[in-house]
């Protein structure tokens, strides 16, 4: 087995019990009669939970331990490639899902002109106002994008790191349009004035973009363009409404093959050189052939499967409480709650959990995410569970009362989502949701109950449709919230299952 011979100093895997037998006690003694501190020595004998017994000969390793080490440390750095790499093979995921549906980038425009639904495997998307995908690709030089509508947008780079945003959260735009030129950062071109200009570490970048309604697509058809630098524009319009396609990363050892592509693609001035390091001792290094069989192969297939299940613990039960949006009343969390930076940064230190909790389920980073300020962004709380901590069963019925006058200036949402995909619920609903858009029944002290159930209750609901035999998670929505809701002084309840 192609395992790589080097020692990680600490192991959050392995819970090491160290006890010494009269063999190893005869060891250190021979040790302690030089005065050499016993702390710093090997017994003969380490017992481990993680690998069983570690045998030595006066502190040399046998060959059985090195072999068991050494798979257990590619196992565990595989493990750690897994769960840091999973905003790039999501990015990955999302921009070879475009490629799928014959989208080009610097050319196509993936646009949702009737909504997304179920049909789409796309991370915890919502149904209710249009999205716009595009991939941009900077390794030949600048791209244009000349926007003249009123949009939502951003950029994110092929390691999901956050670059700009376009239309109403760049201050230069409002909302009003622009005309922004997307620069690789080691591009030493000339660079013509009248520009919104970003750079990007990395070559390919995804630009997302939101518009308010469906009444808007045809303005934004009528006059976006998008073209290389110089180069008069070649472009196509993607509808993917209802179109069967997947964004989302693998959960087994194909993941690695992701990472991998990812990596051959990108310069490798892009990332962080010690995860570029850590993943080099599984085999994937820029330049190199990453083909794993046998006992290599087998041991990424374990670490994908003990990855994906960390990722799903952190996703489903934050053990991070401080991500509990109204702290322990409540099951509603928000997964950079503990930080509000679209960084996961917080006194010095990145919030790991945190951060694989979010990519998980989620696709899209920029500092709106976590505006605070009155009137601005979006918040978004999920849930897995009912009021007394039961995972959401899709064969059960459940409601949750919103109190009156929700602090907001546009609408709030609830949506359903597989807990499988993280993707829209496959329900006969094809909104997969229900919000204040439309027509809400109101109770008579003007609060709103929602009913989460597999068939619709009688009479005049607001119901969301839940599958039978399938679990489920709820993301609740607040477009443009105001202070009262960023001071947790408006509180929305758990559900309740009837």
């Given amino acids: 087995m192609n395992l790589r011979k080097s020692v990680l100093t600490l192991s959050l895997l392995a819970l090491t019990q160290v006890a010494c037998s009269s063999t190893e006690n005869e060891s250190i003694s021979s040790v302690n009669s030089l005065s050499v501190p016993e702390n710093i020595t090997t017994p003969n004998i380490v017992r481990t939970q993680a690998v069983g017994d570690l045998n030595f000969t006066d502190g ?28 790039i093979s999501s990015m990955h995921a999302m921009l070879e899902g475009g490629k799928s549906l014959g989208g080009k980038a610097n050319q196509s425009v993936l646009i949702s002109e009737s909504l997304i639904d179920k049909n789409s495997l796309w991370l915890t998307p919502n149904s209710t106002t249009p999205y716009i995908s595009i991939e941009v690709d900077v390794k030949n030089g600048p791209v244009v994008l000349d926007i003249n509508s009123a949009v939502l947008g951003l950029v994110d780079d092929a390691f999901f790191k956050y670059v700009g945003d376009i239309g109403l959260g760049n201050p230069k735009d409002k909302g009003k349009g622009g005309k922004y030129l997307l620069v690789h950062d080691s591009f030493e071109g000339e660079i013509p004035s009248g520009f919104i200009v970003l750079k990007t570490p990395t070559y390919r970048n995804w630009v997302p973009m939101r518009l308010n309604s469906t009444k808007d697509v045809k303005q934004f058809k009528d006059t976006f363009k998008m073209h290389p630098l110089g180069q008069e524009p070649k472009m196509d319009f993607i509808d993917f409404s209802s179109v069967k396609y997947n964004t989302i990363h693998a959960n087994n050892e194909d993941f690695y093959r992701e990472l991998n592509a990812v990596i051959q693609y990108e310069p490798i001035t892009a990332g962080d050189s010690h995860y570029r390091g850590l993943i080099a001792e599984i085999g994937i290094e820029k330049g190199k052939e990453f083909n794993p069989q046998g006992e290599q192969l087998a041991a990424l297939k374990e670490a994908a499967g003990i990855a994906n299940v960390h990722a799903r613990n952190e996703a489903f039960r934050p053990t991070n409480k401080d991500v509990y949006f109204y702290g322990d009343d409540r099951n509603w969390f928000l997964p950079f709650g503990s930080t509000m930076s679209h960084e996961f940064t917080k006194d010095g230190k990145v919030f790991i959990d945190d951060k694989t909790a979010f990519h998980y389920i989620a696709t899209g980073i920029t500092p709106l995410m976590t505006a605070q300020f009155d009137g601005a962004g979006s918040s978004y709380l999920v849930t897995t569970q009912d009021e007394k901590g039961a995972a959401l069963d899709g064969n059960e019925t459940y409601t949750i009362t919103l109190p009156p006058t929700p602090p907001m200036k546009r609408f709030w949402s609830f949506m359903v989502y597989d807990n499988q995909t993280r993707s829209i619920l496959p329900t006969e609903q094809r909104s997969g949701g229900f919000d204040s858009t439309g027509e809400v029944a109101k109770n008579q002290d003007g609060s709103v109950t929602v009913t989460f159930s597999p068939t619709k209750p009688e009479g005049k609901v607001n119901w969301v449709q839940t599958l039978s035999n399938k679990g489920f998670f709820v993301m609740f929505r607040m477009y443009s919230p105001t202070q009262e809701w960023h001071d947790r002084k408006y509180m929305i309840g758990d559900l309740i299952k009837q």
């Fill in 60 to 87: 040399y390793p046998s060959d059985e331990t090195m072999s068991k080490v050494q798979r257990y440390m590619f196992v565990q750095r595989a493990v750690n490639a897994f769960v840091d790499g999973i905003p």
